[in-house]
């Protein structure tokens, strides 16, 4: 079955460098999560969209945006890089939101030098 | 106050042994709940969802108690391979909250 897509699965970028990172959910899925993992920490929930629409916001940085497109794919994008944005960076997806079940892609492993 | 809180851990276990995990969350408009297990520097995988009877898979039992707030997992005849990090999860129609997880290692 298919499963939600992260690309690129790595990526090492230089201080005050911009990143974009791609979500492609799990066909019909029409939720998306974007959430932050730093080493030996909890997936820090970043935003949120359903329908193509922003749901909710987390601890999400200004320097960072985020926007679900039409055909559900979802991207994040990372401006003014700093030391501490280096994490893995996990996309879900749902189908509805609520009391429906996510999944999660395999991360992009971002590093910052 | 995070959200969603759970027992700190870590365990470390007996093969054989019996885990219990707890987990309380804040926000009473959410409307379901799962655990999730993350292996080192993988992705959460989905474990079991939890409903309000309590739910069983095979060695796995979760319980839920919405007056409480409170969420658990109990993990009988632990087995190495469930040695990850066990994590509650709160979903609201408008986010989904992660506890900080709880480390197992099982020993044999």
């Known amino acids: 079955a298919a499963g939600v897509i992260q690309s690129p699965r790595h990526l090492i970028k230089e201080k005050r460098e911009t990143a974009t990172l791609k979500c492609y959910p799990i066909?019909?899925?029409?939720?998306v999560y974007w959430y932050q993992q730093g080493p030996g920490q909890d997936p820090q929930f970043l935003i949120s969209?359903?329908?193509?629409?922003?749901?909710d916001k987390g601890s999400i940085p200004d320097r960072f945006s985020a926007q679900q497109f039409s055909d559900y794919h979802s991207e994040l994008n990372m401006s003014s890089l700093e030391l501490g944005d280096s994490a893995l960076y996990f996309c879900?997806?749902?189908?509805?939101?609520?009391?429906?079940?996510?999944?999660f892609g395999q991360g992009t492993r971002l590093t910052v030098v | 106050r995070k959200e969603v809180e759970q027992d700190p851990g870590p365990f470390n276990v007996p093969e054989g042994a019996t885990v219990a995990f707890n987990c309380t969350y804040s926000?009473?408009?959410?409307?379901?709940f799962f655990w999730y297990r993350q292996d080192c520097r993988k992705e959460p995988k989905l474990l079991m969802s939890?409903?309000?009877s309590g739910n069983e898979d095979g060695r796995f039992t979760a319980q839920l108690n919405r007056a409480s707030q409170y969420i658990s997992l109990l993990i009988r005849d632990s087995k190495l391979s469930d040695s990850a990090t066990y994590l509650c999860?709160?979903?609201?129609?408008?986010?989904?909250?992660f506890g900080a997880g709880t480390r197992l290692t099982v020993k044999p």
């Open positions: 939890v409903y309000s």
């Open positions: 969209f359903y329908e193509k629409m922003q749901s």
């Open positions: 926000n009473s408009a959410s409307q379901s």
């Open positions: 879900a997806s749902s189908l509805g939101r609520g009391r429906t079940e996510a999944f």
């Open positions: 999860v709160v979903k609201s129609l408008q986010d989904m909250r």
């Open positions: 066909p019909r899925h029409d939720t």
